[in-house]
């Protein structure tokens, strides 16, 4: 039996409330304004400090209670995805090609919920930052607020995040110390060749003969340059060539995307590509360009702050429903930057079974409200715990 606390439970309808309201008005990276007021207002609200505008629409909640010199962050996504949404229940996106297909509309709702049960019940003794984090996906809004100050200016001893995970039952929990997330890297080749046409070959250099070369050749990176008990994800997603059936173009573009969770594994990939393009280009007689963008960093959990996390979800949910060894994803969070910088722990919470297979980024995606008050609950426990009040 799940032990969530009473107070919050009598707040669940109101977080259902929050988070349907959000779900409706999405904003992406970096353009929350609807959404970063609704979080400042609620904040002050229940007469939590508040300070806006780090990483432009970030807000971070300050709240201390007693005369404890300790502090800790907790740390919530804002941002939706570029994304038609296609539900058709009551709180569906109001915004045409915005949704929020990930969940951060939860995860603002149940660190606002923490919140005002924290700000009530006053039942710590320390500092609470709450920090409501804009442009998560793929515009590496923590990079951000790390780079203008996040912990200079509000200085704390270890950060935590949480993300929902679909595919995992409602009330588990998977905590795990080392890698949770993978780095992520993007890149974008152009090989340019000698165009003509299609039915002359030999007087062009044929840059589509050399990409399907050098797309099956990249994947040597990972079987054959990589040590096989690393993991590592190429996948080349995007093809630009041509424009007419009887002319070989001058040019082709692939792009795409690599994961990995060491940095030593990661700094191999790039010289890599670059020598094999190189190598099958010259060898066809066509030059090559790589562009290799390193992204957001592997989320990497320190062991004493995922003994903490574990220790106040067990509280929550039982230690039978922490997955203490969950399959590390090769998705990515830029949460990262935080974990860089001070020692935290990243956990996934269940969102429930994912019907239909309804995972995350899915255009008919939606965030189960029966885990709000579970995940305000977690939150709220790790507090008291880390910062408890002495007797």
């Known amino acids: 039996m799940m032990a969530i606390k009473e107070d919050i439970i009598c707040d669940h309808e109101e977080m259902v409330q929050w988070r349907r309201e959000l779900h409706a008005h999405p904003e992406i990276a970096f353009k929350e304004f609807r959404t970063s007021k609704f979080v400042a207002d609620y904040l002050e609200k ?33 941002d939706a ?21 990930c969940g951060h509309d939860g995860h603002t709702t149940m660190l606002l919920g923490a919140a005002k049960y924290l700000a009530e019940k006053k039942s710590f003794d320390g500092t609470v930052y709450f920090i409501f984090q804009p ?30 995970w679909p595919g995992m039952a409602v009330g588990k929990f998977g905590i795990a110390a080392g890698p949770m997330m993978a780095a992520f890297d993007v890149f974008d080749i152009i090989i340019t060749g000698l165009g003509g046409h299609g039915a002359m070959p030999h007087q062009t250099i044929d840059p589509i003969v050399a990409s399907c070369q050098l797309i099956l050749a990249l994947q040597t990176i990972a079987s054959r340059n990589i040590d096989p008990l690393e993991s590592i994800v190429l996948s080349v997603t995007k093809i630009n060539a041509g424009d007419a059936y009887n002319i070989i173009p001058n040019s082709v573009q692939i792009s795409g995307t690599v994961r990995s969770f060491k940095d030593s594994v990661r ?14 280009c010259e060898a066809l007689g066509a030059t090559v360009e790589l562009d290799y963008k390193r992204c957001y960093p592997s989320t990497i959990n320190h062991p004493e702050e995922t003994e903490l996390a574990a220790l106040a ?3 929550i949910v039982g230690k ?3 997955d203490r060894h969950p399959k590390p994803s090769m998705g990515s969070e830029d949460f990262a930057y935080m974990l860089r910088e001070r020692p935290g722990c990243y956990v996934w919470l269940g969102n429930g079974d994912a019907a239909d ?10 965030f189960n ?23």
């Open 46 to 78: 229940f007469g939590i400090e508040v300070h806006r505008g780090m990483a432009k629409t970030g807000v971070i909640g300050r709240l201390k209670v007693g005369n404890g010199n300790r502090a800790i962050a907790l740390r919530a996504d804002m």
């Open 81 to 101: 995805l570029p994304l038609e949404e296609k539900n058709n229940f009551d709180h569906r996106s109001e915004v045409s090609g915005m949704m929020h297909a």
């Open 135 to 164: 442009a998560e996906e793929g515009e590496g809004g923590g990079k951000v607020m790390v780079d203008e100050g996040l912990f200079d200016k509000f200085p704390v001893e270890n950060v935590f995040g949480l993300h929902n």
């Open 267 to 280: 700094d191999k990939v790039e010289p890599s590509m670059l020598r094999i393009s190189k190598g099958i």
């Open 313 to 315: 979800a067990e509280s």
């Open 320 to 322: 039978e429903n922490i």
């Open 357 to 366: 297979g309804c995972m995350l980024h899915n255009p008919a995606y939606d």
């Open 369 to 391: 409200d029966d885990i709000l008050s579970i995940g305000a609950s977690y939150w709220a426990t790790l507090v008291e715990q880390i910062l408890p009040i002495e007797a």
